[in-house]
């Protein structure tokens, strides 16, 4: 099991700043990529970024692109989403993830899910 916890949400205006942290606890030596995921009221929760926790491949939803930016510190078990430019459109709760294998991760199926944190943005 992996257990997370996100922090660092709140309200914003449009063009600030905001960085999410991810607490990873639990057997993380076995996870295989980790990522962040938002969700608003009557849509599906949808991909942010995603992250190998080795390193190297990195995927961003387009509307992000640019603008935010995902990161680990292995070494804290630490997931970082930095938002920079932030839209309205970007007002969701975020939600940390964990993939437990490369096969979870190509079929695009986090295994472990944080409780998520609110982020508005005003306009």
């Known amino acids: 099991q992996v257990q997370l916890v996100e922090s660092g949400g709140g309200l914003v205006q449009a063009g600030d700043s905001l960085r999410l942290s991810c607490a990873a606890s639990?057997?993380?030596?076995?996870?295989?990529?980790v990522g962040w995921f938002r969700q608003t009221p009557g849509k599906e929760r949808e991909l942010v970024a995603r992250?190998?926790?080795?390193?190297?491949?990195?995927d961003y939803a387009d509307s992000v692109k640019g603008r935010f930016t995902i990161s680990t510190d292995n070494g804290k078990n630490m997931v970082y989403l930095q938002m920079n430019s932030l839209k309205p459109e970007d007002t969701a709760v975020y939600y940390c993830?964990?993939?437990?294998?490369?096969?979870?991760?190509?079929?695009?199926?986090?295994?472990?899910w944080g409780q998520g944190t609110q982020v508005t943005v005003s306009s």
């Open positions: 993830a964990a993939y437990e294998s490369i096969v979870t991760y190509m079929t695009q199926r986090p295994t472990y």
């Open positions: 992250i190998r926790w080795s390193g190297g491949s990195v």
């Open positions: 639990g057997r993380t030596a076995s996870t295989y990529a």
